[in-house]
C-alpha cells in the first residue's frame, strides 16, 4: 500500500475467470474512487489504516465516556444552543438516538446515485479517524453500498446536510425507509433483506453521522466529473460549429494565450485547434466571426477555470475531517467549525454560473445554424417549409439554458437561524443541486449544438477535418432514431458517458 498505507488504492480480485475492481478506503480517497463506487457500483471495503486510526480515536471517546469529567459537546452534552445542558452518561445512547429522530428532510427522494455518493463521502471521512466513532460505523455504511441498500433521503429541508445524513443514518440502525431490490421497504426489512444487521448507535456515533458536508461533497464530486465531460464536449461542438459556419481562425491563435494567459482560455482554444488541424496565423480572411464563435476560448475557459477550483475544493472535502468536535488520538478533543460546506457551497455556485453561459453561447450558435449560416441549410433543414429541420431543438436549448439560469444565482445568500447559536449555513445541499440540474440541462444544449453539425455534415456533405470530424462521424453512426427529442437525449447521452471525448482521443487528440 503506498504513502505508509493510508491511501485509498484499488485491488484486483479474481472471481470466476474475471477481474473485478475493489476501492480499499483508507485515508486519502480520490474522485475516481468515488465515481467508482457510485456509478459504477464497485465495491468497497474499509483499509487497516483506517481501521487503525479509528480505534485511537474511539479508545478516546470511550475513556471520555467511562470518565464523564469534563463536558464534551455531543457525548454528554446537548446539542445546538442546548450545548451547556449535561447529559447523564446512562443516557448516552438515547441521546444519540434522539439526534437521528430529530433532524429531517422532505418530498420527493433523492436519485440514488446522490444517497451513495452521501454514503460514501461520509465513510471516507469517518476513515480519517478524526470522528470518534468505531469502525463499525463505516462497516454498515460500506456493506449498504455494496448490496444496494439505499436510504430514503427527502429531497428538499436539507441544511448544511444535517437531515440527509441523519436519515442515512436512521436506516443503518433499523429504522427509516430504504430502496432495496428495486422496492421500497421499512429500513429493518430492508437491511435484513440484504442480511446486514442493524447498527447500535455508541456514544458521539449519531452526531457525525449527521454532521459534515457528505451529500454536497459527493455531489461537487460527481458534478466534477460530468463538468470535465460536458466542457470537453463544449470545445469538440465549438470546433465543429466553426469548420462549418466560421471564417476567421485567428481566435484560437496560441498568440492570443501568450499575451492573455488565462491557462482555460489557452486550453479551450488548444482544443479547437488542434481537433481541427486549424493554422490560426493566416491572414487571408478579415472577416469578424459572431462572438458566439469568437469567444469559445473565452467562455469556455471561463468555465475551466472555475471546474478547476472546483475540482481540489471536492477532492479536499472528500477525505477532510469534517465533525463537530474532532478527536485526535493525545486525547485533545476540538469543538470547530469544519462541518461547515461554505468551500462546497461557493465552488458549486461559480462553476453552475460559469456553466450556464457555456450553455447560452451553444444555443447562440445553434441560432447561426437555423440562420443557414456557411455550410448549413436554412433551418438545419432539407426541404425547409415541408420540414421544420432543428427549429424545434433550438427552442429547446434556448429553453433548457433560460431554466439553467434561473438556478445560477448564490446559494449561499440566505441561512438558518436555530436560537441565535447555529446561525448561519452555507446551504451547499442546495448549491450542488442546483449545479447537478446545471450540468445535466447544460449537456443537453450543447447536445444540441453537436445535433447540428451532424445534420449539417447528414445533409450537405460538408467536410469536417481531424478529431472534430471523427467525433461528428460516430455520433452520426449512433444515432439511429428520428425523433428529435431521442436524438438530442442520444447525443446527451453520448457526452455523459464520455463517448464523445473517447472519440476525439481515438483521432489523436489529447484532452484532459
Do not use: W
Not at 468515488?34 to 479509528?54: I, N, S, Y
Not at 443537453?444 to 462521424?473: K, N
Request: glycine share 10%.
Amino acid at each position: 500500500m503506498s504513502r505508509s498505507g493510508l491511501s485509498a488504492y484499488a485491488t484486483r480480485e479474481c472471481h470466476a475467470g474475471r477481474s473485478r475492481m475493489t476501492v480499499t478506503l483508507d485515508r486519502d480517497p480520490d474522485l475516481g474512487d468515488l465515481v467508482a463506487v457510485v456509478r459504477d457500483r464497485k465495491p468497497v471495503e474499509l483499509g487497516d489504516g483506517a481501521r487503525e486510526a479509528m480505534a485511537e480515536t474511539r479508545a478516546v471517546v470511550e475513556e471520555i465516556v467511562a470518565a464523564n469529567d469534563r463536558p464534551v459537546y455531543g457525548v454528554n452534552t446537548g446539542f445546538g444552543d442546548l450545548h451547556d445542558v449535561a447529559i447523564d452518561p446512562a443516557d448516552g445512547r438515547q441521546l444519540q438516538r434522539n439526534l437521528l429522530h430529530a433532524n429531517t428532510t422532505v418530498g420527493d427522494p433523492l436519485p440514488v446515485e446522490a444517497v451513495r455518493a452521501a454514503m460514501f463521502a461520509r465513510a471516507a471521512v469517518f476513515a480519517a479517524g478524526h470522528s470518534g466513532v468505531r469502525p463499525d460505523v463505516v462497516e454498515r455504511l460500506l456493506d449498504c453500498l455494496n448490496a444496494g441498500v439505499h436510504p430514503v433521503v427527502g429531497a428538499g429541508g436539507n441544511s448544511d446536510d444535517y437531515g440527509a445524513n441523519a436519515r442515512i443514518g436512521y436506516v443503518l440502525t433499523g429504522e427509516g425507509e430504504a430502496f432495496y431490490g428495486g422496492e421500497r421497504l421499512p429500513g429493518g426489512d430492508a437491511l435484513a433483506a440484504a442480511g446486514i444487521d442493524p447498527l447500535s448507535v455508541e456514544p458521539k456515533e449519531a452526531l457525525p453521522m449527521m454532521d459534515g458536508p457528505a451529500l454536497m461533497t459527493g455531489r461537487l464530486g460527481l458534478a466534477v466529473h460530468d463538468a470535465e465531460r460536458l466542457l470537453a464536449a463544449a470545445d469538440l461542438a465549438g470546433a465543429c460549429t466553426f469548420a462549418l459556419l466560421g471564417e476567421q481562425p485567428s481566435a484560437f491563435s496560441p498568440r492570443v494565450a501568450e499575451v492573455r494567459p488565462n491557462e482555460g482560455d489557452a486550453e479551450s482554444a488548444r482544443v479547437v485547434r488542434e481537433a481541427l488541424a486549424l493554422e490560426t496565423e493566416t491572414d487571408a480572411t478579415v472577416a469578424q466571426d459572431p462572438l458566439s464563435i469568437r469567444t469559445i476560448p473565452q467562455i469556455n475557459g471561463s468555465a475551466r477555470e472555475a471546474l478547476a477550483n472546483a475540482r481540489p475544493v471536492a477532492a479536499t472535502e472528500l477525505g477532510a475531517p469534517g465533525d463537530n468536535p474532532l478527536v485526535f488520538p493525545d486525547g485533545v478533543v476540538l469543538s470547530c467549525g469544519g462541518f461547515n460546506g461554505q468551500h462546497v457551497s461557493a465552488a458549486a455556485d461559480a462553476l453552475a454560473r460559469a456553466l450556464v453561459k457555456v450553455g447560452h453561447a451553444a444555443e447562440r450558435r445553434v441560432h447561426l445554424y437555423v440562420q443557414g449560416r456557411g455550410e448549413s441549410p436554412p433551418f438545419v433543414a432539407g426541404d425547409p417549409g415541408l420540414e421544420s429541420g432543428l427549429v424545434r431543438a433550438h427552442y429547446s436549448a434556448a429553453s433548457l439554458v433560460r431554466e439553467a439560469g434561473t438556478l445560477a444565482s448564490a446559494s449561499d445568500r440566505n441561512s438558518v437561524v436555530s436560537a441565535g447559536q447555529e446561525d448561519v449555513q452555507s446551504l451547499g445541499t442546495v448549491a450542488t443541486d442546483h449545479l447537478a440540474t446545471t450540468v445535466e440541462k447544460i449537456r443537453a444544449a450543447v447536445a444540441v449544438e453537436l445535433l447540428c453539425a451532424v445534420e449539417v455534415r447528414r445533409l450537405t456533405d460538408a467536410a469536417v477535418p481531424g478529431a472534430a470530424g471523427a467525433v461528428v462521424d460516430g455520433v452520426v453512426d449512433r444515432l439511429d432514431a428520428t425523433d428529435r427529442s431521442v436524438q438530442i437525449e442520444t447525443v446527451a447521452r453520448l457526452v455523459a458517458d464520455g463517448t464523445v471525448t473517447d472519440l476525439a482521443r481515438e483521432a489523436g487528440l489529447d484532452l484532459p
